[in-house]
């Protein structure tokens, strides 16, 4: 059975043609199949429309949240109320197209647990795919995992991975990452990608920092056993920061003054030189707070923790593994 997990958030524009292509794609494969749409708390008409989804069709189910939780959030409580044993994630955009579910699916078969979708001529404006650019190969290269687009939300998963990796935060952009950590053996497949049918992206220039301080989390967890992170980490970076440029502000002085034949005296004694100093060790002391609260919420973390459901629309079976749709 193949489970297709897809959170939302104000997507009215594109949940009926969304439907109609994922329809298309699946019915063609001949396997029985679910479509689960979580709503992430849209304020628009998209939980009225994913009502008349599910009564339209039974192969529909739905998840409604109280309020927005985040992308993490409704992919977790999808894998948690998923029946298949392949699950799909993609966004409901449409600028991923469901048509090359096929194509995953058979690389999946190749003795895969997790396939990702690689957006190889990406239809996005410029300030959207070079920093991902930048962001997928820093990422590639400190986690040594070979793939070109981890932030793309099309995947296809082997049961056993959505299972066995905790998500949390804004984790969802490397599972890859935390399932190689595992074992699992990870690749990305080429597909079309498409400019956005409706409505506008809810990622804003925001998330870089939050990607950047999630990747430290991922790194330190996966190499050393495994969001306090967020808040220490932010801080201690600029506290750090801010050490550093008073220290290189004194050493650039005093270069300047020696080249210019002043006698300044030693920058030591002076209480600016303290005060960098002080601000970097701080800095560092902060940043280390994070990492560990990190690894106690990681040993005490539960995903039921992440969100709250509103209401789930499904239709009651005797056996969970009874095929939604033939």
Request: charged share 20%; with cysteine.
């Amino acid at each position: 059975m193949i489970s297709t997990v897809i959170p939302l958030l104000n997507e009215e524009g594109n949940l009926e043609l969304l439907h109609q292509k994922l329809t298309a794609a699946l019915t063609q494969l001949n396997q029985p199949y679910e479509i689960i749409f979580i709503n992430d708390g849209s304020t628009d008409n998209s939980p009225q429309i994913l009502e008349a989804l599910f009564e339209r069709d039974p192969a529909v189910r739905v998840i409604h949240f109280h309020q927005n939780f985040g992308k993490t959030a409704g992919l977790v409580a999808g894998f948690r109320h998923s029946r298949g044993d392949v699950i799909i994630t993609l966004d409901a955009d449409l600028q991923d197209d469901p048509a090359e579910i096929p194509k995953l699916l058979a690389k999946l078969e190749e003795g895969y647990d997790l396939v990702a979708a690689w957006r190889h001529d990406r239809q996005d404006p410029i300030d959207k795919t070079w920093p991902s650019k930048i962001f997928n190969r820093v990422v590639s290269k400190f986690s040594q995992l070979n793939l070109h687009d981890f932030n793309c939300g099309f995947k296809v998963y082997r049961r056993a991975v959505t299972e066995q990796i905790p998500l949390y935060s804004d984790f969802h952009r490397f599972v890859p990452v935390l399932a190689a950590g595992k074992g699992f053996r990870i690749t990305e497949e080429k597909v079309q990608h498409h400019p956005r049918y409706s409505g506008v992206s809810k990622y804003g220039a925001g998330r870089a920092i939050r990607g950047f301080l999630d990747f430290i989390t991922v790194l330190f967890l996966t190499t050393y056993l495994k969001h306090p992170l967020r808040l220490f980490g932010t801080i201690g970076l600029l506290t750090f920061g801010l050490g550093t440029l008073i220290e290189l502000y004194l050493a650039g002085l005093w270069l300047l003054r020696v080249a210019a034949g002043f006698d300044i005296g030693p920058i030591g004694t002076r209480p600016l030189f303290l005060v960098g100093i002080l601000a970097m060790i701080l800095g560092i002391q902060l940043f280390s707070t994070g990492l560990l609260g990190e690894m106690l919420r990681y040993f005490t973390f539960r995903p039921e923790q992440e969100y709250t459901i509103k209401k789930i629309l499904e239709r009651e079976e005797t056996n969970p593994r009874v095929p939604v749709v033939n």
